[in-house]
């Protein structure tokens, strides 16, 4: 059964680059989608983006002039990186696998706080 | 952006209980819909994609329905465990976009 494990930094200062990673086991990387979601503590699920293990990306309007998302296809990994950040930024970051449009496994989440 | 609307946003219920939610887009998605149960501390788990097919695993007792803009979730007779957060998300266009949740409670 596919597996995913977000790592990265709990703390981020604002105006810096968060960069996370999630590595992929237990079952075939390629060639799928993969996603980034977020959550605000409390709140509802927001989706950042997607990738394709070739490098093709989507992105969200909303976040789309800070977001990159790249593939390491040697590594089963996939990254996140968002600029410029800003507390409505801290929240659990969720990366996550696509099946038919749905997001049918999931990591565990890594909590992003976004303070000096 | 497509919105997607559910309702009702929290809902008590006992065990036992038939229980629907209903998932409403701002815009026709055909069945590209996805039903996550989600409980406190814990990533979301999928239920239901393309608006009626049951993951594999997934109690019988859960279904889905609808194509266009409305769709339910509905639960046949609650179980302890089922007591958490539900979403809906279309899968129709970018961006991917969820309902703003549903919270089943214990009556």
């Known amino acids: 059964q596919v597996q995913l494990q977000e790592s990265g930094p709990g703390l981020v200062k604002p105006s810096e680059t968060l960069s996370l990673t999630c590595t992929v086991s237990?079952?075939?990387?390629?060639?799928?989608?993969w996603s980034w979601i977020r959550q605000p503590a409390g709140k509802g699920l927001e989706w950042i983006g997607q990738?394709?293990?070739?490098?093709?990306?989507n992105y969200n309007p909303s976040l789309k002039s800070r977001v990159t998302m790249s593939v390491d296809t040697s590594k089963n990994q996939f990254s996140l990186t968002l600029s410029s950040l800003t507390a409505a930024d801290t929240a659990v970051y969720y990366c996550?696998?696509?099946?038919?449009?749905?997001?049918?496994?999931w990591g565990q989440g890594t909590v992003v706080t976004v303070s000096s | 952006d497509i919105q997607m609307t559910q309702s009702p946003s929290s809902v008590s219920a006992s065990v036992g209980d038939r229980v629907t939610i209903t998932c409403r887009a701002s815009?026709?998605?055909?069945?590209?819909l996805a039903w996550y149960q989600q409980k406190p501390g814990k990533a979301p788990e999928l239920l239901i994609y393309?608006?009626?097919t049951l993951r594999n695993g997934v109690p019988s007792r859960f279904s889905g329905s609808g194509s266009g803009t409305d769709f339910t979730l509905t639960i046949s007779s609650l179980q302890p465990e089922d007591f958490a957060t539900y979403y809906c998300?279309?899968?129709?266009?970018?961006?991917?976009?969820f309902g703003q949740g549903t919270k089943l409670e214990i009556k």
């Open positions: 990738i394709y293990t070739s490098g093709t990306t």
């Open positions: 815009q026709g998605i055909s069945t590209w």
């Open positions: 998300q279309q899968a129709n266009s970018f961006p991917r976009t």
């Open positions: 237990g079952g075939s990387f390629s060639p799928y989608y």
């Open positions: 996550a696998s696509l099946f038919r449009g749905a997001f049918d496994m």
């Open positions: 393309a608006a009626s």
